[in-house]
């Protein structure tokens, strides 16, 4: 089992930045790959971003490409989600996410955190 809690959420003006963290623990060698999602009022589950525990390949929704950055940091089993110009459309719940690959859909991630607003006012 991989226990994942999230935090960082908040409310920021369109504009500004915030910083999303997920702390892993338990069988975290289980999963290869940590991922950020985020789901809006009424509609499904989108993938964010993701990035491996080994190496530094990263990967992330055209919606953010250029805005967000993901990052780790394996001794403290903590993977970062740095959102910079939030727009009032990345108004959602961020969950963090565990799994064996990196794929962009919810399937394949066995391990969810229980999630972190994120309200962008214009």
């Known amino acids: 089992q991989v226990q994942l809690v999230e935090s960082g959420g908040g409310l920021v003006q369109a504009g500004g930045s915030l910083r999303l963290s997920c702390v892993a623990s338990?069988?975290?060698?289980?999963?290869?790959?940590m991922a950020w999602f985020r789901q809006a009022p009424g509609k499904e589950r989108e993938f964010v971003a993701a990035?491996?525990?080994?190496?530094?390949?990263?990967v992330f929704a055209d919606s953010v490409k250029g805005r967000f950055s993901i990052s780790k940091d394996n001794v403290k089993n903590t993977v970062y989600l740095q959102m910079n110009s939030l727009k009032p459309e990345d108004t959602a719940v961020y969950y963090c996410?565990?799994?064996?690959?990196?794929?962009?859909?919810?399937?394949?991630?066995?391990?969810w955190g229980q999630g972190t607003q994120v309200t962008v006012s214009s």
């Open positions: 996410a565990a799994g064996p690959v990196v794929v962009t859909t919810t399937t394949p991630y066995d391990y």
């Open positions: 990035i491996r525990w080994s190496g530094r390949s990263t």
């Open positions: 338990g069988r975290t060698f289980s999963s290869n790959v």
